[in-house]
């Protein structure tokens, strides 16, 4: 509905003017150089309830005489509204993403499918010691050579190949001497893989000292010969070879309270 002929810009679009666009106009005039706000934006303000304002991004053209001289303005306004809105909507859901990461309990590395590190999460970085520098555009094989030549490069190429996911344990083992222990999930993901892995050390050196006792335990059964063990209730549990070689009993007959069949009532 406006009126546009023999009017200025600033008169035709005061809203403009206010942002500074229509200042653009001079510059353009006096350098003879052409403008592109491909970064920046004006609003428009329209009469249709549904788009009272329009996000519109411009190019300024300076037109020449034949001496060259700049004798006006070609203005091309192209409506960048929904490319705008669809940028903050991507930006706001890469925050979200990258705050999902960094709050996650286990460490992540994302591989693109030729096993390029594309990205590691807070977590990750601080179990490897490395920041992303360091990490982001090496494969993965020269990020960690530990893991070529493992049943991890096999999980890994797996994962990728048939699309399904993969867990295993893997015990990593630093240049220094360090050997960390890893339980890895590898995800097949569009493009790619990400890899989820906790460190495992403390199970490990629980379940090695468990191990040990248990042998330590067998050992001196062994070397005593009657002798057994039941627990609060009176039951028992696992084996007790001290118990069988005395009854005759199986490990079947004096699980729980199965013993008291080879007592005299």
């Not at 893991?147 to 190429?157: F, G, H, Y």
Request: include cysteine; charge should be negative; proline fraction near 4%.
């Amino acid at each position: 509905p406006r009126q546009f002929v023999g009017l200025s810009a600033a008169q035709v679009f005061p809203e403009a003017a206010a942002e500074g666009f229509i200042g653009l106009l001079d510059l353009v005039r006096t350098s003879g150089q052409r403008h592109e706000g491909l970064h920046a934006s004006g609003v428009i303000e329209t009469t249709r309830p549904s788009e009272m304002q329009r996000l519109m991004g411009f190019i300024y053209e300076p037109l020449r005489d034949a001496d060259q001289s700049v004798s006006g303005i070609l203005i091309q306004g192209h409506d960048v509204s929904e490319l705008l809105q669809s940028r903050e909507h991507l930006r706001a859901a890469n925050m979200r993403y990258a705050t999902l990461l960094d709050s996650m309990g286990e460490g992540m590395v994302m591989l693109d499918g030729e096993f390029r590190v594309l990205q590691v999460n807070s977590k990750g970085l601080r179990m490897d010691g490395r920041n992303a520098r360091q990490l982001v555009g090496l494969s993965y094989w020269d990020a960690w050579p530990g893991a070529v030549d493992t049943p991890l490069e096999c999980a890994l190429r797996e994962a990728l190949t048939s699309s399904e996911q993969r867990r295993l344990q893997h015990c990593y083992e630093w240049e220094d001497g360090r050997q960390l222990w890893f339980d890895i999930r590898v995800l097949p993901v569009p493009g790619g893989l990400a890899v989820l892995f906790r460190n495992i050390n403390g199970i490990k050196s629980v379940d090695e000292s468990l191990h040990v006792s248990e042998q330590r335990f067998k050992a001196a059964v062994s070397a005593i010969g009657v002798m057994w063990t039941n627990n609060a209730l009176g039951q028992m549990e696992g084996e007790q070879p001290g118990w069988a070689e005395i009854t005759g009993q199986t490990p079947e007959q004096y699980q729980g309270l199965g013993w008291a069949a080879a007592l005299h009532p």
